[in-house]
């Protein structure tokens, strides 16, 4: 078991933003190398990912942070950029 996997301590947001840009830009956006290569912070999730690729980012944040998303969450509000989507992470207690 690895320190990343194993104790789920709370992250640093920089961490935490890293984790699921290396998600998103793997598993979600590999067909497409150049929205991987520039996807930052900021980028626009919602304009790169289809309804698939939401349900699996909800998949993975929750599974890799320990926290429940609930379905009422997942708003363009907390979905349209990673730094968002880490800031609803961090607001679970992370």
């Known amino acids: 078991m690895t320190e990343t996997q194993g104790s789920r301590d709370p992250e640093s947001p920089v961490d935490v933003t890293g984790r699921i840009r290396s998600f998103v830009s793997t598993e979600l956006l590999f067909e497409d190398a ?3 290569d520039t996807l930052s912070d900021d980028s626009q999730l919602l304009t790169v990912l ?3 690729g ?3 980012l909800v998949a993975f944040v929750e599974e ?3 926290v429940e998303i609930d ?5 363009v509000d907390n979905f ?3 730094g ?7 607001s679970k207690g992370r």
């Open 34 to 36: 150049s929205a991987a």
């Open 80 to 82: 349209r950029t990673i």
């Open 54 to 56: 939401l349900t699996q």
């Open 64 to 66: 890799e942070f320990a």
């Open 50 to 52: 289809d309804s698939l």
């Open 71 to 75: 379905d009422a969450e997942v708003t």
């Open 84 to 90: 968002d989507l880490a800031r609803l992470i961090s």
